[in-house]
Every structure is written in C-alpha cells, then in structure tokens.
C-alpha cells in the first residue's frame, strides 16, 4: 500500500490534517509537541488505498531526544518499512522562516513532496501576504498547497495530489549528516538559515497591522514580572479549585463505599470471602475511585490552559528557572500539579517530549508533599510540635508544615540535578519555541482529554492498586497458626452489652488480631531495622500498611490502638498515643521519633496508585522500582539522622 507521511514543526496543524483526511480522532492540541509517537491512518483517493502516517513535530530532521528520532530513522532509511513514497511537510504559514529549516531538509533528499502551507487563515487575519509563485520557484520540485485545517479548505487540492501517480524518484540520501554529528548539524543548520533568509524575505510580505490581540495579551502573560504573579495567581485557582470542589465528589466516594461495605457485611454470611470483599476489594475499588474527581478537575483545567494556548506561555516563562536542574518549563505543572496528587502530576508529564526530562519529572515528583500526607503530618505535629509563637507571629506548628512541603520542593530539585548529572546527554543547545495565537478552547477536546485521562487511571493504574489492596488485605487478615483466634480469645468479653462496651471489645479484638497476623509480624521482624529511626513494631505494621496509602498511617495506628472513629474525634487517638511509653519509661512519640517520621513521610514513596501510574507511563517496572529504591533510601537516611540530631 501506497504510504504518505505527514511531517512539519510541532504545532502546526499535522494531526488536524491528518483527522479531517482519514476521519480518525488523534488528539489535537494548541501546545508543541502534543503527538509524541507516530499514528497511521487510511483513507481511499479513486478507488485506490493509502496509508497516512501522522509523525511528531520537531524543527529539524536531526533528532534533539529520543521521541524525535522516530522521524530521522524513517527519513534515513529507505529500506524501513515507513519510508513514504510520498511526503507532506506542513508549514505554519505565519512563521515560513522557522518552518523552512525542516522543509528544505527533506527537500534534499529529494523526495516526492508537497508543501502545505496551513493556518492561512491566522496568517492574513495578521497581515502574512504570501506569494506562492516566488515560493514555487524557490522549490520547483515540491507542490504548494495552501490550507486551513481547522474548517477543511485546501483538503481536495491535497487529496487530488495524494491520489496521483508518482514516478519512482531515487532519493539523494547523500545530503544526509549522520545522527551523532552533532557539531555538522550545527553548521548545516546555520547554512541553511543563510540560504533561506532571502528566500522568506522574497516570498513573504507583511503588512503593517495594528498589534494583534495575541501580541497584546502577551505584554502582560510573558512579562518578566506580571507574568509571573498573573501564572502564581491562576495555579491558586487550580489547586483551590482541586482542593475544595474535588472533596465533596471524592466524600461522597468515601462515604458510598464504606456504607456500601457495611451494607453488604449485614447481607452477606460471614466468613473469608465476606471478609476478602469487604476488607479487601471494596477498599481496593474505592481507593481508585477516589482519585476520579482530582484528576478528571486538573485535566479539565490543564486542557483549557492547553487549548486557550496559555500552556505555551508558562513553558516560555519558567523554562529558564527549570533548566539548571535538567528539567524544563514543561515540568512545572506536573511538579505544582503534585501538591495535590501525584497521579495526575504525573499523568500531565506526557506534554514533556523530551524523554530525559519526563522521566526526570516522574521521578522527582512523589518528592513534592501531596495531600495524602496532610492527616500523617497533622496527626504527628499535634503530637510532638508544641503549639506556640516563636519569632512573635508565627505559630510552631504552622511553621513545621511549611518547612515539611518545602524540603519536599528541595528535595525534589536536589534529585532532578543529580538525575541530570547521571545522564549527562548533549542536547543540540537551540531551543526553539514558539507562542501559539490564543484561541477559545474546544469543549470537545477538553472533553475527550479528560475521558481519556480518567479512563487510562481506571483501567490501567487500577488493576495494580485492587491487587496490592487485596495482598495488603491477606497480610492483615491472615496469622501463622491460628494465633489471631487463640490470642483475640483471650480479650475479655464485656459484662454489660451496652454498645459501647461491645464496640470497644470489638476494637480489641481487632488490634489483637492485626498483631498476631502476618502483617503484624512483619511489623515486629523489621523492628530491628527501624529502632535506629526512634520507631517501635507497632510503628512498623503502620509502615507496612501505608505503603497502600500514607493516610493509611492513621487508621492503623487506630487499629492497634484500639481506637475507634477517628474521624469523629481525632483527639482520642492523640491522647492515646501521648501515654505511650517505651520500655525505659520515655515517651514512644516524642520530638525526637515524631520529627524522624514525619521526615520519613516526607521522602517514602508509600503510594501504589503512583507506582501504579509510574510503571504505566514508562511502560516498565523498572521506573518504579528505581523510585521506591531511591525514595526509600532518603527516607531512611533522613529519618535516621534526624532522630540522631534531636534525641
Ligand atoms: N486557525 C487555525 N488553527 C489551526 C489550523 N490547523 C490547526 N489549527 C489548530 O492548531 C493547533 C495545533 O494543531 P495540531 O493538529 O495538534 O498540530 P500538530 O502539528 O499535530 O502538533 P504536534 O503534534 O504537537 O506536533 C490546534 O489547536 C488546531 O485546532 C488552521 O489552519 N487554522
Ligand atoms: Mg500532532
């Protein structure tokens, strides 16, 4: 079958080509770089069948990562079973200059070749006159169609094109610099700007237009300071937005899974498999649910930044800062996004088309303190922090919050310097990007976005988190022997059945259980390698059972305990675990093991539903493992030397 490529600068309008001509939905997007993999397509011209093959963007044939290289390699290679007979370069028609560098290096290798020039529409709309005979001249061999993508003109000009015979053309490879001539593509680059400069300077005329609504706008969203504020301001709005508009939903999530729970547990005979979907499934199910509402609002709002062109923006003004640590601008919403949940921050790596970069991003950003660790820090700094003024007005434990989420943010620049130190890659040094017009979002690219996203979490993040709750699940519920029984035999029945002596035995029961179950010696096998940390077994199981989740720190410290309703009165389980005494008589929680755990907390990646996502966006257990390795460590080590300094 007859193949045609589709190439030309990220941002252009290729995939939009590519949906009206083969009629297929690729994602679309104003922001660079948004096809980061090669798509076909099919479509049939007078009877005859052709595939259409919709590559990346990128400003040159020579690949800068490893995304980009997919367009050098078919180019390079006539033998590949992708090489085009025919090939359509896309051009942005507002900026043929920048536009050229790519088409003229395909034009050497002398393949059949057409030469769309798109966005015509925004091009006169800003006073572009462009003047095709000149254009033709310049490039006898290659045929100039004029298009605007978005509405569908110039489509059967294209199409007619497509659908002609072509005489096989032997294609002139010589012109070609091998990929790791870095120094050469730097020369062949700036020769070929001498060469089309002239050649712009013919072809394209522009009349004197007032400052366009874009350039007017941007005096304010790309200044050196307003900029700024105005991008600090709207990230607010997005965090405020997922915060608070998220929590009703992910309640209401909450809420419907453990009253389906105790439903179900009043309906269904007791024994093992009761327990398996009570305990264990309908938790597993709820704990993905519960992550739909943050990330379906950040993607919506992400997508309209996107769609709006803002997205270019903030790249533009914050690329700067980021690059030193050997990530770019495109990593600070996925970063920022973190805050709130890494899932969703991480899912928002994907605009990143340097691979480096993503992954650099993945990995740093469970660095960056999410909300799930909001309830361990707050229980704990209620514990050990005193509530008191220092330097007059601000409060203590206040201040230990802040400097919690700050090591995070450090801690995360920290680790993305020395990834990049480990890489230690030559990028090609010209970096070019450009702003997209602002345009009004399409509510049905938004939406597809954001289905798209929540479907990805649900189906492919979601297996792993449901297995790891079910294996969490067996660890708690199940004992060596049948010490669980023997032991929670030995709790004293209460005399009176009043309900809260019952639920209180209950909750005996239950502690006694967790202590005698796998999990519980697991807690007691490891309390060799957390006493250095200031920590006790009971501790431990804690440990062991938020690695599901951080906040499931709290419930099982409950658990063991023996409290119950913590979220009515989370000062119970406080005053509990302030009584605590070791051993020697000191406190359990004191500053000095208080301080280790939340320090702990800081660094652990103890959340499956970000490894989950971690190992479906690079597409092995290898990024995963790596984290958890590296995360682990620091907890450790962090853990361990501020017990030292404080005990
Ligand atoms: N006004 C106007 N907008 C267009 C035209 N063609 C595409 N667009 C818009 O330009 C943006 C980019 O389009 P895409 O089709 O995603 O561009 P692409 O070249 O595939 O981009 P990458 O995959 O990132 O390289 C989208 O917002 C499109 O709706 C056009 O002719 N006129
Ligand atoms: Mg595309």
């Given at each position: 079958m007859k193949k045609i490529a589709l190439f030309g600068n990220p941002n252009t309008g290729k995939?939009?080509?590519?949906?009206?001509?083969?009629?297929?939905?690729?994602h679309v997007g104003n922001f660079p770089g948004v096809t980061v993999d090669k798509h076909s397509g099919f479509l049939t011209i007078n009877g005859k069948e052709l595939e259409l093959i919709d590559f990346p963007g990128t400003y040159s044939i020579y690949p800068r990562s490893k995304d980009e290289e997919v367009v050098y390699n078919v180019i390079s290679d006539p033998k590949n079973p992708n090489f085009p007979e025919k090939t359509i370069v896309v051009l942005d028609s507002t900026?043929?200059?920048?536009?050229l560098l790519l088409f003229t290096q395909i034009y050497d290798l002398g393949l059949e070749l057409a030469l769309v020039l798109n966005m015509t529409?925004?091009?006169?709309?800003n006073g572009f006159d462009i003047n095709i005979l000149a254009l033709e001249q310049a490039f006898p061999a290659a045929t100039i169609i004029r298009t605007n993508a978005r509405i569908g003109t110039g489509l059967s000009e294209l199409k007619e094109w497509m659908g002609t015979d072509s005489e096989p053309r032997r294609t002139n490879q010589s012109s070609l610099l091998a990929k790791t001539d870095i120094q050469g593509q730097i020369a062949d680059t700036n020769k070929r700007f001498e060469r089309i400069k002239p050649i712009v300077s013919q072809v394209v005329s522009r009349k004197q237009t007032e400052a366009n609504f874009s350039n007017k706008l941007d005096k304010w969203l790309i200044h050196p300071l307003f900029g700024y504020l105005i991008f600090l301001a709207i990230l607010l709005v997005i965090f405020q937005t997922v915060f608070t508009l998220a929590s009703y939903p992910m309640d209401w999530i909450d809420m419907g899974t453990s009253s389906f729970a105790s439903w179900l547990g009043t309906?269904?005979?007791?024994?093992?498999?009761?327990?398996?979907?009570?305990d264990g499934v309908i938790p597993g199910i709820g704990g993905v649910l519960i992550f739909i509402p943050q990330i379906a609002l950040l993607f919506f709002m992400l997508a309209i930044l996107e769609e709006t062109g803002y997205m270019a923006r903030v790249v533009f003004i914050t690329d700067k800062l980021m690059r030193p640590f050997g990530l770019n601008g495109k990593s600070v919403v996925p970063l920022l996004s973190s805050a709130a949940c890494a899932i969703p921050g991480i899912m928002a790596t994907r605009t990143i088309s340097s691979w480096q970069e993503r992954l650099t991003t993945i990995l740093v950003a469970p660095l960056i303190s999410c909300s799930a660790r909001l309830p361990v820090y707050t229980l704990l700094i209620g514990l050990v922090i005193p509530s008191k003024i220092v330097l007059g007005v601000l409060n203590l434990q206040g201040l230990?919050?802040?400097?919690?989420?700050?090591?995070?943010?450090?801690?995360?620049?920290?680790?993305?310097?020395?990834?990049?130190?480990?890489?230690?890659?030559?990028e090609l040094s010209v970096f070019l990007l450009e702003m997209p017009d602002y345009k009004s979002p399409r509510w049905a690219n938004v939406g597809i976005e954001v289905f798209e996203?929540?479907?990805?979490?649900?189906?492919?993040?979601?297996?792993?988190?449901?297995a790891i709750s079910i294996i969490l699940w067996v660890l708690a519920s199940f004992g060596p022997g049948n010490d669980m029984e023997k032991y929670s035999k030995l709790v004293k029945a209460p005399i009176i059945q009043s309900e809260e002596a019952v639920i209180d035995y209950e909750t005996q029961v239950a502690s006694v259980k967790l202590e005698h179950s796998y999990m519980g010696h697991m807690g007691k096998f490891i309390e060799p390698v957390i006493t250095p940390l200031g920590y006790d077994w009971k501790m431990g199981i804690s440990l062991i059972a938020s690695f599901a989740a951080r906040e499931v720190f709290v419930g099982s410290l409950a658990t063991i305990y023996s409290v119950h309703d913590t979220d009515d009165d989370p000062?119970?389980?406080?005053?509990?675990?302030?009584?605590?005494?070791?051993?020697?008589?000191?406190?359990?929680?004191?500053?000095?093991s208080g301080l280790s755990l939340l320090v702990f907390y800081v660094f652990a990646m103890q959340c499956m539903a970000t490894l989950a996502v971690v190992k479906r966006e690079t597409k092995s257990w290898k990024w995963p493992i790596v984290q958890v390795g590296y995360m682990g460590v620091l907890a450790y080590l962090?853990?361990?030397?501020?017990?030292?300094i404080f005990k």
């Open positions: 995939s939009s080509l590519f949906n009206r001509l083969t009629g297929l939905r690729q900026n043929l200059e920048r536009n529409d925004v091009a006169s709309r309906v269904m005979p007791e024994g093992i498999f009761t327990s398996l979907v009570i230990v919050l802040f400097a919690l989420y700050l090591l995070g943010v450090v801690s995360a620049l920290l680790v993305a310097w020395v990834i990049k130190q480990f890489f230690r890659k030559k996203k929540v479907k990805i979490f649900v189906f492919d993040a979601g297996k792993i988190i449901l000062k119970q389980l406080m005053d509990k675990l302030k009584v605590q005494k070791r051993d020697d008589g000191t406190p359990t929680y004191n500053l000095a962090g853990a361990y030397i501020t017990y030292i």
